[in-house]
C-alpha cells in the first residue's frame, strides 16, 4: 500500500483537482488487499476522499463486496468501480455479471455513485444495448485500454453513443507502455489488445513512452472522448512522468 500513498502525493504536488485515481482491489490473483483501510489509516485527515474512487470485482463472495461497498460509502468515498474481473486468474465471480453486483450494492448503499465497464474493440451496438439497458446501474463507466492506432474503433462506439443518447459520462482507458520489449507486450495482450507492430515502430522512431502515450490522449480528445484515464504509471515519480504527459497536450 505505501505504493499508492506515494502516488497519491505525487499527485497532490501537481495541484490538479480535475485527476481521479482509480485504485484496485488487486483480485486478478489470489491474493487480496485491503486497499480501504489502508488508506484511511495512512492518509488521514490528508486524503480527499473525492479523488479517489476504489475498485471492486465480484471475484469475492457476495457478503465481502457488500461490506466493502458500505465501508466505502462509510468512509467518505463518493465512487465506486463495479467490474466482474478476469474469468481466467483467480477465484471465480460471485455473481455471472458486474451489473447483477452492482445492483445489490445499488439496493445496500445508494448513495454511492457506480461505475461500470465498456469496450470500444467489440461491436459498438451491443455495447451500447449493454449501457443502454436498465440493468446496467451505473453512474458512469469506464473502457477498455484503447490508443491512437484503434481510434477507429473509438470514433464508431462514440457516433453509436452518441447517436443513441447514451446518458453517461465514458472514461477511455489509455495505457503508458514503457518500451517494445516483446515479451512484455505479448504478455499485456492476454489483458487487452496491444498494437505491438505500430508500437514497436514508433520506438524505433525514437518516441518516448510519455510522448506515445499523450498522442493517444490527443486524438481521443479530437474524436471527442474528453475524458481518460492513463495506466501504468508506475509505483515512482509518478508525478514527473503525469507532469511530462501533460505537458505535452
Known amino acids: 500500500m505505501e505504493v499508492w500513498i506515494d502516488m497519491y502525493h505525487s499527485i497532490q504536488r501537481l495541484g490538479r483537482r480535475d ?59 463518493e465512487a465506486l468501480t463495479v467490474l466482474g474481473g478476469d474469468h481466467t486468474a483467480g477465484p471465480p465471480r460471485c455473481v455471472p455479471h458486474a451489473r447483477e453486483l452492482r445492483t445489490l450494492i445499488r439496493q445496500r448503499v445508494p448513495r454511492l455513485d457506480l461505475g461500470g465497464w465498456a469496450n470500444p474493440h467489440r461491436p459498438a451496438g451491443p455495447q451500447v444495448d449493454y449501457i443502454l439497458d436498465d440493468r446496467f446501474e451505473a453512474d458512469f463507466y469506464l473502457t477498455q485500454i484503447v490508443s491512437h492506432h484503434s481510434i477507429a474503433a473509438v470514433e464508431r462506439f462514440l457516433k453509436e453513443a452518441r447517436r443513441r443518447k447514451v446518458p453517461y459520462p465514458g472514461v477511455f482507458g489509455v495505457f503508458l507502455y514503457r518500451s517494445a520489449n516483446p515479451a512484455t507486450l505479448s504478455k499485456l495482450a492476454d489483458f487487452f489488445p496491444v498494437p505491438a507492430a505500430q508500437l514497436t515502430r514508433e520506438f524505433d522512431a525514437g518516441m518516448t513512452p510519455e510522448e506515445i502515450c499523450a498522442k493517444s490522449v490527443r486524438m481521443l480528445r479530437e474524436v471527442g472522448a474528453d475524458k481518460v484515464y492513463l495506466s501504468n504509471l508506475g509505483f515512482q515519480g509518478v508525478d514527473t512522468r503525469y507532469r511530462r504527459i501533460v505537458e505535452l497536450l
Do not use: Q, W
Open 19 to 77: 485527476t481521479i485515481i482509480f485504485l484496485t482491489d488487486n483480485a486478478v490473483g489470489l491474493s487480496e488487499e485491503e486497499n480501504l483501510a489502508h488508506l484511511t489509516a495512512n492518509l488521514a485527515g490528508d486524503l480527499d476522499p473525492r479523488r479517489i474512487v476504489p475498485f471492486l470485482t465480484s471475484k469475492h463472495s457476495v457478503e465481502y463486496c457488500l461490506m466493502y461497498a458500505s465501508r466505502t460509502a462509510s468512509y467518505g468515498f
